[in-house]
């Protein structure tokens, strides 16, 4: 099985409410666990949310692209802003102690809790933040 569905989001936080329902529809026909499919929901929204304040800087007139790749195998989640991207090496760990109290920082910790594979790609016109869930065992 093969599916690439692709979204263009405003760079409203609004844009949240609709992610389970593009996650429901790339993952139709798919057995997943409930845990699973909550692990991959939490990481989605941390990456869009990442995606509309840091990347497009809250910028109403950017857009976000979401893209999602089905295969046998792997589930991949793309992201893609109109950022500058930033390097996965030199976000601070937030369970350090003094990063506890910190705003901001928590959510590429959390995505790769509840992902297989996180990556970060520098484009053109803005980066991208790629999630890749393994679908076997599911």
Known sequence: ???HLKYTL?????????????????????NISTDKYNNILLALTEAVNNAIIHGNKNDITKHII?????SDETFKVIVTDEGEGFDLNKVPDPTLPENLLNEHGRGI???KHFVNELLTEKLKNGS?????INLKNT
């Open 1 to 3: 099985m093969y599916r």
């Open 10 to 30: 405003k760079t409203s936080i609004y844009e949240i409410d609709n992610l389970a329902t593009y996650l429901d529809e790339a993952l139709e026909g798919i």
């Open 66 to 70: 979401l893209e999602f790749v089905l």
């Open 109 to 111: 910790f959390i995505m």
């Open 128 to 132: 991208s933040v790629i999630l890749k």
